[in-house]
């Protein structure tokens, strides 16, 4: 109650798994029609332990282990992942749609399409790292935050409990080498939460939040853009041509000011999709509450 829990935990249950889960521990929602209809009532949910820790923790350390996993299945759920992996899939289209427009109009035909994937493989990889640095960060700040509700040195003995009793905190396979490439370690989680960088409130986020109005207005200058450049090019290349081939930097640069409002108009659009869905949630459920 006190975390603001999305489900009605009815049940613990302890089971085997090697991979998987958020915390050492696994979320299963219970296929009920709360969880078909959405907010008519609370889902419901099993919280599965693994069974190598059966015996090995006392009541204080369960009840920290098990909020560092709601705090973290919170957060998981929130719509930050969902913005970091937007924002990195708009940084590898923008820098694809840009190679490929660049290297067509300087190198040409049949080596400028060519040479655009060896090209783009450079934006994938700075991608690919910034999304690494940012869920690791998110790590410690989750860290901090149960650090702050226990305190440091609770939070620091779980945790260094923990490291003797994972089995994955060895990195005995190549999945768990992936999956530590991803998330920080065991030991780099209790060095940086003695460094006190992230105990405490959380920071502000550096990216600003847009709200209905904001995305309504990229939207509206998505399809202001898109339009004005077909405009513009049509009265200075088409002349009564229904399609036409660009040989110039302007009507190349026309091209990309197109597809920039257009898919700043689509993407706008994908983006009021859970917006909307969540003002409607909340709307139901303040109706259902008031009730």
């Known amino acids: ?9 009815r049940q613990i249950v302890w089971g085997r798994f090697v991979r998987g889960g958020v915390g050492w521990m696994i979320t299963m929602p219970v296929i009920s029609r709360e969880f078909w209809l959405g907010p ?12 190598y820790l059966k015996g090995k923790l006392s009541l204080d350390e ?9 705090l973290r299945f919170k957060a998981f759920n929130s719509g930050r992942m969902s913005r970091l992996l937007g924002v990195m899939a708009l940084m590898i289209l923008g820098a694809f749609a840009t190679l490929l427009i660049l290297f067509y109009i300087f190198v040409g035909r049949p080596w400028g399409p060519i040479l655009v994937f060896p090209a783009s493989s450079a934006a994938i990889l700075l991608s690919l790292l910034w999304v690494r640095r940012s869920l690791r960060t998110w ?10 509700q226990f305190g440091t040195e609770q ?20 999945a768990d080498r992936f999956s530590a490439f991803w998330s920080p370690s065991i030991s780099k989680r209790i060095e940086e939460l003695r460094d006190q960088r992230f105990v405490g409130p959380p920071r ?14 990229i939207i509206v200058l998505g399809v202001v853009i898109f339009w004005s450049s077909g405009v513009i090019a049509g009265n200075l290349y088409a002349r009564g041509q229904e399609t ?24 706008g659009a994908l983006s009021m999709v859970p917006v909307v869905a969540r003002r409607v949630r909340q709307a139901r459920r303040k109706k259902k509450y008031q009730v």
């Open 204 to 217: 502000p986020s550096r990216m600003p939040k847009i709200g209905f109005r904001g995305r309504a207005i």
């Open 139 to 148: 790590e410690f700040e989750l860290d901090g935050n149960a650090a702050s």
């Open 62 to 70: 369960w009840r920290i282990l098990i909020e560092m996993h709601l």
């Open 1 to 9: 109650m006190r975390l603001d829990s999305r489900f009605w935990y």
């Open 40 to 51: 008519v009532g609370i889902p419901l949910a099993e919280l599965m332990f693994p069974e």
């Open 155 to 174: 939070v620091t003995l779980v945790l260094e409990k923990m490291q003797g009793l994972d089995p994955r905190a060895t990195l005995s396979s190549l």
């Open 244 to 267: 036409i081939a660009c040989v110039t930097n302007t009507c190349a640069a026309l091209v990309v000011i197109a597809a920039v409002g257009y898919w700043s108009a689509i993407l």
